[in-house]
């Protein structure tokens, strides 16, 4: 996951919880607010009641108290009980006088609500009313319990007052009002999400720049990044590589001159004992012994000029590779690098590449590489040595094997270190430096590639190379 992504779903996760916190904070306001002012509305209409009702015994007459008091919106129910000590069950089988207007239906409380309300005086509730034709609706029930003023018998009786409002202009309220916090939510977490990873990726726009540039810097061998138009954060990290990289490069020169200087210094004196090696050997009378003494200074001198031959190779890689990155045929490259092994070899060398197979890389280079991992295949006392070519997605990988002795496990992880030799004491007698892999794998990982090796004790070695594919040029351009 890339950091645009993991930053816009970091946005969005607070964003979300934001608006969670946002829209169940209004919610509850607001539901809070509904319920309060609904209660304030049945506890004045209570109070109404009470007031009329009191009046309407004072004159003997009951009749049409709840008309008279409640508006249109609000439910009521007024039950005479002639107990003086009543139960629950008193209040469907022990109402001596009923006054309601509830759709000529009873507001019916749970038992647990009318023992609430005998042992506190008053209640809270929620009930149900049947309709006809729709389904039942759901009411906010208040009601309180108190001493009738006189009774018809002169019994001591209690009155019940139940006042009531439907739920539904409430919970359709508290409904909208989900659906629009919800609708809300979406459009803000799109747009938000949407505008987040737009402006996070034209912010890392030049991040991206820089890296790409800096990536052709390791690959062509340029020395400075572009510098941004702009006077943020990006240019100034853009400033600060540059001044580095002109440093390394000053560094780098310095080390390319003094190599260059030793190196003329040491071939020198090395290419003129080599000649005074062979005038001996080819004009002078000498002994065996003299003979084998010149042949080893011969060997030795040829050897430290390819060590030096070496060393150069891998301070260029340091200081960065000089290539011409152009598309490749690796099937004209394999069989010219096998056809100029073969008169030496006396084993066998097979090609297997089809033709037409392109990668992105620098012939000179490309030959170096696989010209070396076929040398020490021929050190390594090997009789046959295949060359393949395989075209997974998007790579081609080139597989040098051979049918030598095979390298143990332990050796694997260490194969590309400098100066690294499986077989010190064979390395030498073949004029081996340890240097050939770690040249191979620095030219490969400098072109895009990468290297790697598989082998097994008595059955061979095969090192793999795997390269950028690359379409075919045009005809004129090959």
């Given at each position: ?15 979300s ?11 509850a ?68 006088a ?24 008053d209640?809270?509730?929620?009930t ?17 319990l ?18 009531a ?46 890296a ?9 061998g340029?020395?400075r ?16 590589l ?8 000053h ?20 290419t ?23 042949e ?18 891998l ?11 152009r ?9 010219e690098i096998a ?53 997974p ?11 030598g002795?095979?390298?143990p ?16 004491a ?10 050939g ?9 400098a ?26 040029p045009?005809?004129h351009?090959?």
């Open positions: 996951m890339n950091l645009r992504t993991r930053i816009t779903l970091l946005t969005l996760l607070v964003l919880l934001s608006l969670l916190v946002i829209g169940a904070s209004v919610y306001l607001l539901q809070r607010y509904l319920y309060q002012n609904l209660r304030a509305e049945l506890r004045d209409a209570m109070a109404q009641i009470i007031q009329q009702y009191e009046t309407e015994f004072g004159i003997g007459s009951r009749s049409g108290v709840l008309d008279k008091v409640l508006p249109p919106s609000v439910y009521g129910e007024i039950d005479l009980l002639i107990p003086s000590n009543p139960t629950p069950d008193s209040f469907a089988s022990e109402v001596i009923r006054t309601s207007r509830t759709l000529g239906q009873r507001l019916l409380l749970s038992p647990g609500d009318y023992a609430r309300l005998l042992q506190d005086g209640v809270w509730a929620v149900q009313l049947a309709q006809a034709d729709r389904p039942p609706f759901r009411l906010l029930v208040y009601g309180m108190i001493k009738a003023p006189t009774t018809p018998l002169n019994l001591e009786t209690w009155v019940a007052i139940l006042v409002k439907p739920l539904r202009p409430l919970e359709s309220t508290l409904a909208e009002l989900s659906r629009i916090l919800l609708l809300t939510s979406i459009l803000v977490l799109t747009l938000g999400g949407a505008l987040t990873y737009l402006l996070v990726a034209r912010t890392l726009e030049p991040l991206e720049d820089i790409q540039k800096a990536e052709e810097v390791s690959i062509q340029r020395t990044l572009p510098d941004p138009q702009t006077r943020d954060e990006v240019s100034a990290l853009a400033r600060a540059n001044r580095m990289l002109e440093r390394l490069e560094a780098f020169q310095t080390q390319s001159r003094f190599l260059a200087d030793a190196s003329h210094e040491l071939r020198t004196p090395i003129a004992i080599l000649g005074h090696v062979g005038y001996l050997l080819r004009r002078t009378p000498v002994n065996e012994v003299q003979r084998e003494s010149l080893t200074i011969r060997r030795e001198g040829e050897r430290m000029t390819k060590l030096v031959t070496d060393l150069l190779d301070a260029s890689s340091e200081g960065g590779w000089r290539f011409e990155v598309p490749i045929e690796l099937s004209s490259l394999l069989h056809s100029e092994y073969a008169p030496t070899f006396e084993g066998e060398i097979v090609v297997e590449a089809p033709d037409e197979v392109w990668a992105l890389g620098d012939d000179e280079r490309l030959h170096q590489v696989f010209a070396n991992l076929i040398s020490n295949a021929i050190k390594a006392g090997s009789s046959k040595i295949e060359l393949r070519v395989r075209r997605a998007g790579r081609v990988i080139v597989q040098v094997s051979d049918n002795p095979g390298i496990p332990e050796h694997h992880p260490h194969l590309f270190e400098r100066f690294y030799r499986v077989d010190k064979r390395d030498r007698a073949a004029g081996g430096s340890g240097l892999l770690a040249i191979v794998k620095a030219i490969v990982e072109l895009g590639g990468e290297v790697w090796v598989e082998s097994e004790v008595g059955r061979g070695t095969t090192f793999n190379v795997s390269l950028k594919h690359a379409a075919a045009p005809p351009q090959r």
